[in-house]
């Protein structure tokens, strides 16, 4: 593109394709490990995504960082790869080309104080050459080992310096910490070379459309907040079943867990989500402040509260979609006799006016029977008075589910008479399914993430307090659990809804959980 701007979007974008946004802020993104599998399949795929909405300034520039001692030509030739492969990418694309014209490549060893010190002659001249205003943000996909020790060398080599109106952040993937106290050990480190709002610890599941319309349909609509409250609603629960099993990050998982996993930082978002109260805006601070009292208000888990509050699990041998699959302990790069736990179940109490005495059940694991994400609000029954001789298992009481994924969108039940001369109900659901109003975008869940860091826009990145406070929730769990190890692991089978454990925590409380 000889004028250096990004190709203007088709008039006709597909449904939902259209945008008010304006571009992000001039910058050069930096990506440290740019060879690895986040940058192929979600990073360079969704920066295809912005340009293609016009979301991208004209003066931007990518500079992908990694051990690998390739040339420039050879990292242009696989990020067009990449493009085709996992941002499908027509051959023929002038965003594409766009995009690759403003791609470098440094490589480098990040342990290594030389590397940054030759980085920063390279970031200049791509600033000079590409207008972009001395803005940088570096985007750490490395491994979690290393994130301290990086944002130190950027900071001694003065690139983290925002002396003469630029700005400079960097923007750090999870896993946040190992535990609490490595949480607050990397949020010192890095405190220490930056300030706060130049730190963007990034939450994927924030970046879902579905998630963050949880608060739009909380706070724009006034039907629903009225009823919100411990007078209405029952109890909550918090669904993120997969089916796949580690994959290829046995080496991360039998390490991490599913509780550190996804408990801290996806799961408690939804949940701070849910409860949260109406922020005084919808500024970065006036949200996280709402969100981070709901994660202080989770009462922590005494050591005995553990072991009747909360369930572990690990999938043995079993089926899914009529195919087999392996147990936990024979998947590649996991000890034989991994007591890692693969699925777990958790009541919490959130300890405040709104939600005293309403249980927030939450369970996430791998390998069950189904991929779903949901929240499901379950309201009081209705009293019986007027139902005197209709079993109680037939008055169903109204189920408001959020689909976060794979099927986007929301359902209300409620009772209905079944036609016909006795008087009987039947639930009925009313749904509203993203793709029927706003058709299917591509989208990696990245793109928002990546715009809101070039515009400065920090609501959808976790603060230094709340990733703590989420450790804190979860940490006489890993406490506990390391101090006993489980006996009879496995304990479900690949292809089910878990241990027969998690059904016995919700049945202790009459309820049950609802497997889609
Ligand atoms: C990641 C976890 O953060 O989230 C994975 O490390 C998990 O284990 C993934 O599979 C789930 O994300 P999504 O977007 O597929 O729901």
């Not at 039998?254 to 005084?280: C, F, K, Y």
């Not at 179940?345 to 939600?355: F, G, M, T, V």
């Not at 059940?361 to 390998?367: L, N, P, Q, V």
Request: charged share 25%; aromatic share 10%; glycine share 8%.
């Amino acid at each position: 593109m000889s004028d250096g701007k990004p190709p203007v979007a088709p008039q006709n974008a597909p449904a939902g394709g259209e945008h008010h946004g304006k571009p992000a802020d001039r910058c050069v993104m930096a990506i440290f490990g740019a060879s690895g599998d986040l940058t192929k399949r979600k990073l360079i795929p969704s920066l295809y995504h912005l340009a293609q909405k016009n979301l991208l300034p004209k003066e931007f520039a990518l500079l992908g960082c990694a051990i690998e001692k390739i040339s420039e030509d050879e990292f242009r030739k696989q990020v067009r790869a990449d493009l085709t492969e996992f941002g499908e990418a027509p051959d023929e694309c002038k965003f594409c080309d766009w995009l690759i014209e403003r791609t470098y490549y440094a490589p480098g060893d990040f342990k290594d104080p030389g590397f940054y010190q030759s980085l920063k002659p390279t970031l200049e001249s791509i600033d000079a050459k590409h207008g972009t205003g001395g803005n940088y943000f570096y985007y750490l996909a490395t491994a979690p080992v290393l994130f301290g020790e990086v944002v130190q060398r950027l900071g001694d080599a003065g690139l983290t310096n925002q002396d003469g109106g630029h700005w400079r952040r960097v923007v750090i993937e999870k896993p946040f910490g190992h535990d609490l106290e490595s949480a607050r050990g990397l949020n010192r480190e890095v405190g220490r070379v930056l300030s706060e709002n130049q730190i963007y610890r990034i939450d994927h599941y924030l970046g879902k459309e579905t998630v963050q319309n949880i608060l739009i349909f909380r706070f724009s609509n006034g039907i629903f907040e009225p009823v919100w409250n411990r007078r209405y609603i029952d109890h909550v629960q918090i669904t993120v079943a997969e089916t796949l099993g580690v994959e290829q990050r046995g080496g991360y998982y039998d390490h991490a867990g599913a509780t550190r996993d996804m408990v801290p930082n996806h799961i408690l978002q939804l949940v701070s989500l849910t409860a949260m109260e109406p922020p005084v805006s919808f500024g970065a601070d006036a949200v996280r402040d709402e969100q981070a009292k709901i994660l202080h208000a989770i009462q922590p888990l005494a050591p005995e509260d553990v072991l009747t509050r909360a369930v572990r699990g690990q999938y043995g041998d079993g089926e899914i979609d009529n195919q087999k699959a392996p147990a936990y302990r024979a998947e590649a790069n996991v000890a034989p006799d991994s007591n890692t736990e693969t699925f777990v179940a958790l009541k919490l109490s959130i300890d405040n006016w709104r939600w005293a005495d309403v249980p927030f059940y939450i369970r996430t694991g791998k390998r069950m029977s189904k991929r779903v994400t949901e929240v499901a609000i379950q309201f009081r029954r209705a009293p019986f008075v007027l139902f005197r001789d209709t079993p109680v298992e037939k008055l169903w009481p109204n189920l408001l589910v959020l689909h976060i994924q794979p099927d986007e969108g929301i359902s209300l039940r409620f009772g209905a008479k079944v036609p016909g001369i006795a008087v009987d109900i039947g639930p009925v659901n009313m749904d509203f399914r993203y793709s029927d109003y706003f058709g299917n975008e591509p989208s990696t869940g990245y793109e928002r993430l990546l715009y809101d860091c070039m515009t400065g826009d920090a609501t959808l990145f976790q603060r230094a307090d709340m990733v703590e406070a989420g450790w804190s929730a979860v940490q006489p769990l890993l406490d506990v659990w390391k101090a006993l190890p489980p006996r009879h692991f496995p304990n479900y089978a690949a292809g089910t809804w878990g241990p027969k454990e998690a059904d016995e925590l919700m049945a202790r409380d009459k309820r049950s959980w609802r497997n889609p």
